[in-house]
């Protein structure tokens, strides 16, 4: 399981960092950084698969490419964003995390004006 990898990594990555902070708290701020960034893209390779069988369901089902393609953008920018937010979390940057959440927030709400125009149309066209 590639999990456990992962969870032994983080965890081992973890110890170090509560170690050094003690000596060079800046050192362990990075050590961390780079361990979460070598985590996340570890797992968008792995999403990749997950991608291509989308593909598959949103060509059968007749959804347009471009809303699939939103769809995609909402999801990574959701991600993305929690592990930037995470990260000024852990610099101890709370105002700062705040402020990478909201931006986040706004931009899915964003990306998604044209999904929930579709549905709106939908549901007006079903309304007598």
Do not use: W
């Not at 927030?105 to 964003?110: C, D, E």
């Amino acid at each position: 399981m590639e999990i456990l990898s992962v969870i032994g990594i983080a965890t081992i990555t973890a110890l170090l960092a509560v170690l050094l902070n003690r000596e060079k708290p800046e050192l362990a701020l990075l050590l961390g950084l780079a361990t979460g960034t070598m985590i996340l893209m570890f797992a968008m390779t792995r999403l990749a698969g997950v991608i291509s069988v989308f593909e598959g369901l949103a060509e059968r089902t007749g959804v347009d490419r471009q809303y699939f393609a939103l769809l995609l953008k909402i999801i990574a920018i959701a991600y993305i964003t929690e592990f930037g937010a995470q990260v000024c979390h852990d610099a101890r940057q709370e105002a700062l995390a705040s402020t990478v959440e909201l931006a986040g927030k706004a931009l899915i709400l964003l990306l998604a004006v044209p999904i929930l125009t579709v549905v709106f149309e939908l549901t007006l066209k079903l309304l007598p």
